[in-house]
């Protein structure tokens, strides 16, 4: 009796031990994974990678965390694609509407790389919409002057007498 109860205890212990050495391997496969996708979004996002040690086993509650990190830097990596997408749009339009070259590596950068491996650090995002706002100052300027120059062929057509047929067929704007 006692040899069976020796025996099956130690067939118990090896039934756990084999469940252990499953979960030990479905665990760092998953965490290999995650440190896959960790190094992907962190390529991205210019950030730094998530601090867990490679060669430990790591707790459910380590992984789980892990995850959450992930999904927050996803949302994050998503969030910025959206307003990089939107800010580039605008960039090329005002671009073209300005008759501007881009003239800086990063101008280049925006106007002509792939939107998947534009670096989305909060420095770039900022820089992306200081190029903006400097695009648009840049048009209502414009704006300011043809105004301007257009008030004046008015004052001179006014002071030449110029027939409206004629301001009509020589106005362009």
């Given at each position: 009796e006692e040899e069976t109860t020796i025996l099956q205890l130690e067939k118990n212990l090896r039934t756990r031990v084999e469940v252990m050495r499953k979960q030990k391997r479905d665990r760092k496969q998953e965490l290999k994974a995650l440190q896959e996708q960790d190094r992907d979004l962190c390529d991205i996002l210019c950030t730094t990678l998530f601090c867990i040690d490679g060669n430990a086993v790591p707790s459910l509650e380590d992984l789980d965390r892990y995850r959450r990190h992930l999904a927050s830097l996803t949302a994050k990596k998503e969030q910025r694609r959206e307003e990089f997408v939107s800010s580039k749009r605008q960039i090329i339009l005002l671009m073209e509407e300005l008759d501007h070259t881009p003239d800086t590596s990063f101008e280049r950068d925006v106007a002509c790389e792939d939107e998947e491996a534009f670096c989305l650090s909060p420095d770039n995002i900022a820089?992306?919409?200081?190029?903006?706002?400097?695009?648009?100052?840049?048009?209502?300027?414009?704006?300011?002057?043809?105004?301007?120059?257009?008030?004046?062929?008015?004052?001179?057509?006014?002071?030449?007498?110029?027939?409206?047929?004629?301001?009509?067929?020589?106005?362009?704007?």
């Open positions: 820089a992306l919409q200081s190029l903006l706002q400097q695009l648009e100052a840049r048009r209502s300027l414009n704006e300011a002057v043809c105004a301007e120059l257009r008030s004046r062929i008015m004052a001179l057509w006014e002071r030449l007498q110029v027939p409206v047929e004629e301001r009509e067929s020589s106005a362009v704007h």
